[in-house]
């Protein structure tokens, strides 16, 4: 299997039954009609492009030409579809769906809507945001479309409940703390902004083709001293260097601030985090043993000179 591993191949089988099962298009009309999967895939074209001929329709969602031939012939006889004038060959002449052949589309789109935000629906918020962004990945990798680059922008309205549920969430299913951390995220989260101070503090959120994948904060302690916060990335955002570049703004703002100290709280279990600091130049300076999350965990106290 040219050196790919049989287990990703399976994998990826595995997935295909799966999600061709879940959506339905296994059943002989698919969204409860009578037309085929591919025969709604030709009016979705025909609807949201002008223009198409059966050759572009045949190389867009690779079909054969005859048996695209046999199902245009067929929206012909029904009144779906009227073929443009000019080119001799019928391949090349444009294609364009009649009032009769909306009226066919329009409440199969709109089906295929309703059971897709029926699927969606009992699906936690951030879990419908995950679900959609490893789509969107499988769509970039196969097509071998690079990552959308990261945008580094300043907290505006609505960032900081996006703060708090990313922090909460995220470390109970990855860690199993309780409320209480996300009662602290609250809190440092409210603070910072009642007593923001835009000289010399600074929230970054990371945002990827337009949503929201990470956070920092830093804060002041005091003139000399500033503290990083709230260092989050999203799983579907790791590996790629965010959270590296994350820290890396603190250290070039607390710089720029004056402040000559950047200090920091973590626990000892989170091995990706204390990984970027240590790399960053920060030492650890203080352990202590606390259970105030729910589970034990041993608090990590450090620091960087800038």
Request: charged share 25%; aromatic share 8%.
């Amino acid at each position: 299997m040219g050196g790919v591993d049989p287990g990703r191949v399976a994998a990826v089988r595995r997935f295909n039954r799966y999600y061709t099962r879940r959506i339905g298009v296994l059943q002989e009309g698919l969204l409860h009609s009578s037309y085929s999967l591919t025969e709604v895939r030709v009016l979705y074209e025909l609807a949201h492009a002008s223009g198409l001929t059966a050759r572009d329709l045949a190389r867009d969602l690779g079909l054969d030409a005859g048996y695209l031939s046999r199902i245009l012939q067929a929206f012909e006889k029904r009144g779906f579809i009227t073929r443009g004038t000019g080119a001799t060959d019928a391949r090349q002449r444009p294609l364009a769906l009649t009032a009769e052949g909306r009226r066919a589309f329009v409440p199969l789109d709109r089906r295929s809507q309703r059971e897709v935000a029926a699927m969606l629906a009992p699906i936690a918020e951030s879990e419908q945001a995950r679900l959609a962004g490893a789509m969107s990945a499988i769509e970039r990798i196969l097509d071998g479309v690079a990552e959308g680059p990261f945008v580094l922008r300043t907290h505006r309205p609505g960032d900081m409940g996006w703060v708090v549920q990313a922090h909460g969430e995220l470390y109970f299913r990855e860690y199993g703390w309780d409320e209480r951390f996300e009662g602290l995220v609250t809190h440092i989260a409210a603070e910072f902004i009642d007593k923001f101070d835009a000289s010399r503090e600074r929230c970054w959120i990371a945002e990827r083709d337009g949503e929201r994948v990470g956070c920092v904060f830093l804060v002041r302690k005091s003139a000399a001293v500033a503290k990083l916060r709230l260092l989050i990335v999203d799983p579907k955002a790791r590996g790629l260097g965010l959270g590296k570049q994350l820290v890396g703004e603190c250290i070039r703002f607390a710089r720029e601030c004056g402040y000559r100290t950047i200090t920091l709280w973590t626990q000892q279990n989170l091995t990706a985090a204390r990984s970027i600091y240590e790399a960053a130049g920060f030492t650890l300076v203080e352990r202590e043993k606390h259970a105030m999350f729910g589970v034990p965990l041993v608090g990590e106290t450090w620091e960087l000179d800038v």
